[in-house]
């Protein structure tokens, strides 16, 4: 058995969405990076892997602060891997 229930990494999932929701509508990406541990890796596909919670805050609040108004970030699919404690998801940027 994993370290975290299906309920609490569902429930977790739940708070980063709505954090995205309110940093996309704000412009404020602290509360969201900060959803991050601070050794965590982020991948993202065109800038690449990003090292600790310092280094992805300062790169979605540079990439994406600059943008108001975003509506929603509509996940397509995701998985979670009860045993090793991931979510995997495919996340949609829409603009208004």
Do not use: C
Not at 13 to 38: C, N
Not at 41 to 69: C, N, P, S, V
Request: net charge negative; glycine share 10%; no cysteine.
């Amino acid at each position: 058995m994993g370290k975290w229930s299906r309920q609490e990494l569902e429930g977790a999932f739940e708070a980063y969405q709505a954090a995205a929701l309110r940093a996309g509508t704000s412009g404020d990406w602290r509360p969201w990076a900060e959803l991050f541990t601070e050794d965590a890796t982020y991948i993202e596909h065109l800038y690449g892997t990003l090292g600790g919670r310092e280094a992805i805050y300062k790169w979605i609040q540079a990439t994406m602060g600059k943008f108001r108004d975003m509506q929603y970030f509509p996940v397509e699919w995701y998985m979670i891997d009860e045993e090793r404690g991931w979510i995997v998801a495919q996340v949609w940027n829409r603009f208004q």
